[in-house]
């Protein structure tokens, strides 16, 4: 694991995809302060946040964690609830990345 949050890397998966920081917070649903956080390792990421990260940048769970840094269990290793939650988001972030690329953003 990691011992911090790997902004480049997470900046270079984002550039890879066409997406911007913003569109990563929305699907988080992260405020644009908040993942200022996250990227100066000052806020950890929950596993639907792990999850949600890994889907929208295209990158297996593990590695998100690990690049991130954080001790978060890894989506699947959460509770019911937690899944249900991190299926939902997911599909939000889509569909939130749907409508960013259609705005050309």
């Known amino acids: 694991m990691a011992l911090f949050f790997d902004a480049e890397w997470f900046d270079a998966r984002l550039a890879e995809r ?31 946040q792990v999850a949600i990260f890994a889907e929208l940048l295209g ?16 989506p699947g290793q959460a509770s019911p609830v937690d899944v249900r939650i991190a299926a939902l988001e997911r599909r939000v972030a889509a569909l939130e990345s749907e409508m960013a690329r259609l705005r050309g953003g």
Do not use: H, I, N, W
């Open 18 to 48: 066409r997406l911007s920081r913003e569109v990563l917070a929305a699907g988080a649903g992260l405020s644009a302060e908040d993942l200022a956080l996250v990227f100066k390792d000052q806020r950890e990421l929950s596993a639907g």
């Open 59 to 74: 990158a297996p769970a593990a590695e998100v964690a690990s690049r991130a840094g954080v001790s978060t269990p890894l």
